[in-house]
């Protein structure tokens, strides 16, 4: 079993759609999670960190469920601009070891 | 420099052939990571560094692989008697140590390595 997996997707949404992805992870001592977003032949970039507490970024909510180990990223009114891969990003403990999901490929069409 | 550099910035090889990916951090950070992604595919972890130390290669997909840091700062991957199934973008990241709420992990524009 790998140690952070999503599905892959793709998703494919209309412009203003609400869009939720999971992502869940194996390892009890993970301790910090973020969401990466990744364009097209591009590098992975920061999108947010996921907070215990649930957190909002605009249109963007990351929220973290430590009991069933799994992480959701909600996009709410998608725009074309959100098309992108977006990655689930767990580090275990002590911070040093930082495992990528595979990612989750979104197109937002007109 | 202002981010992580990785060269070359494409690399065809014939396979059977040696070659070495270079990653030079951002300065001052102490982790370093390589991952590879194949095209189309996601990230596939291969090795990360503390400092010189490499606590994990757990992810190096064969004893063809291996890497090195050297000084706390630049990283090499290297990929003995290439294969076809090597092709792929090498990617490195690297942040400033613990990687926590405040602390990204940067990544350099990757590698690409075709093995013809």
């Known amino acids: 079993r790998k140690e952070v997996e999503q599905d892959p997707g793709p998703f494919n949404v209309p412009e203003g759609a609400t869009v939720a992805f999971n992502c869940t992870y194996s390892?009890?001592?993970?301790?910090?999670f973020f969401w990466y977003r990744q364009d097209c032949r591009k590098e992975p970039k920061l999108l947010m960190s996921?907070?215990?507490s649930g957190n909002e970024d605009g249109r963007f909510t990351a929220q973290l469920n430590r009991a069933s180990q799994y992480i959701s990223l909600l996009i709410r009114d998608s725009k074309l601009s959100d098309s992108a891969t977006y990655l689930c990003?767990?580090?275990?403990?002590?911070?040093?070891?930082?495992?990528f999901g595979a990612g989750t490929r979104l197109f937002v069409k007109a | 420099g202002a981010g992580v550099s990785q060269s070359p910035s494409n690399k065809v090889t014939e396979k059977g052939k040696d070659v070495e990916l270079r990653c030079d951090p951002i300065?001052?950070?102490?982790?370093l990571y390589w991952y590879r992604q194949s095209l189309g595919q996601g990230l596939e972890f291969l090795i990360y560094?503390?400092?010189?130390?490499?606590?994990?290669k757990s992810g190096l997909p064969s004893d063809r692989f291996s890497a090195e840091r050297t000084g706390g700062s630049v990283s090499t991957l290297t990929i003995q008697r290439t294969q076809q199934e090597d092709s792929a973008v090498y990617l490195c990241?690297?942040?400033?140590?613990?990687?926590?709420?405040?602390?990204?992990?940067?990544f350099g524009q990757g590698t690409r390595l075709t093995v013809v």
């Open positions: 390892n009890s001592a993970s301790q910090s």
């Open positions: 560094f503390q400092g010189n130390s490499a606590p994990d």
């Open positions: 300065s001052g950070h102490t982790a």
């Open positions: 990003v767990v580090s275990l403990t002590g911070g040093f070891k930082t495992i």
């Open positions: 996921v907070y215990s």
């Open positions: 990241a690297s942040s400033l140590g613990y990687v926590g709420p405040n602390t990204e992990a940067f």
